[in-house]
């Protein structure tokens, strides 16, 4: 019943990423035939056409982490991850971007453990971690913080920066991930930070018998 409920969540879970995908391949499109029409702003085809190369991405790696999802074995092993190994692990990928940006990190994660799958939490946190990287305003902050067994991932940014809006795939597949297995969480924004909190009280209490 277990395996069959999964595949049914795995089945909704990639219904609805299709329809994420619409809307920037759509925008995608609009882009391009405004550039092709040389319509407006859209004839400073170099700066769109740069846009249009990071949306690409944008979608490619939505796409390789949808095909990674696909693969329900890929889920279903879970084991004792130490989450700043993890958190320092996604900070390595981002390093580049973080020296160029002069961001200041401050990470407070002790030796805390949670029983989950290591491929979800890592893609998590890659999600996270690297819109909080990208939205981040220059010489900004970002910190990721365990406090009560809450992971906080959250950044500082300018307005005009928080309006640049990527696919929302990335988010999208971090909800669904976090709902999968029963994890709660809270988004906050205010006037020059966003934050993104996860709840990791009810996995530890489900399977603190296993420690």
Not at 64 to 86: C, N
Request: glycine share 6%.
């Amino acid at each position: 019943q277990e395996t069959l409920r999964m595949k049914q969540v795995n089945f909704e879970f990639l219904r609805g990423a299709s329809h994420e995908l619409k809307t920037p391949l759509t925008s995608l499109k609009i882009v391009l035939e405004n550039m092709q029409f040389k319509v407006g702003k859209y004839k400073d085809r170099d700066f769109y056409l740069e846009k249009c190369g990071e949306m690409v991405d944008e979608l490619d790696a939505g796409i390789r982490e949808l095909l990674l999802m696909s693969k329900m074995d890929s889920f279903e092993k879970s084991e004792w991850i130490k989450i700043l190994e993890v958190v320092e692990e996604v900070l390595r990928r981002n390093q580049i971007m973080i020296a160029e940006k002069n961001l200041q990190m401050r990470i407070e994660v002790g030796e805390q453990k949670i029983w989950l799958n290591r491929t979800a939490l890592s893609m998590v946190l890659a999600n996270l971690i690297g819109n909080a990287v990208k939205y981040a305003e220059e010489s900004g902050k970002i910190s990721v913080q365990m406090r009560d067994e809450v992971l906080e991932i959250k950044n500082s940014y300018r307005a005009s920066i928080n309006e640049q809006s990527g696919s929302g795939l990335g988010l999208y597949i971090v909800k669904n991930l976090l709902k999968r297995y029963g994890l709660k969480y809270e988004i906050r924004e205010g006037k020059k930070s966003f934050s993104f909190r996860i709840n990791l009280k009810s996995v530890r209490k489900r399977n603190k018998t296993l420690a």
